[in-house]
């Protein structure tokens, strides 16, 4: 069974930084896209993140380029999203997924001006 759990949201000022972390477990060899994506109330669900795991290729929205940066840590079974020069535009519930469409249950980032 896959499991993804999200952790490291918080509420940070505009300027600061977050990490997030996805730890996954049950990942299927078929799997070959994870990434993040994020959700406010009232809007569409974007994705900001993703990595592709047979050559490691990201995959950035223009909203996000240059100060998001998604990595992975296969001995810890660990996806990463650093957030750095934080908006608040980017304030949103923040969920890793698969490929398969499995979620986490999602950790929220709040952006204050």
């Known amino acids: 069974q896959v499991q993804l759990v999200e952790s490291g949201g918080g509420s940070v000022q505009a300027g600061g930084s977050l990490r997030l972390s996805c730890a996954a477990s049950?990942?299927?060899?078929?799997?070959?896209?994870m990434g993040w994506f994020r959700q406010a109330p009232g809007q569409e669900r974007e994705g900001v993140a993703a990595i592709y795991t047979g050559g490691g290729s990201r995959y950035y929205p223009d909203s996000v380029k240059g100060r998001f940066t998604i990595s992975e840590d296969n001995a810890k079974n660990t996806l990463y999203l650093q957030m750095n020069n934080l908006k608040p535009e980017d304030t949103a519930v923040y969920y890793c997924a698969t490929n398969g469409g499995v979620r986490g249950q999602g950790t929220q980032v709040t952006v204050s001006s």
């Open positions: 049950g990942i299927p060899h078929s799997t070959y896209c």
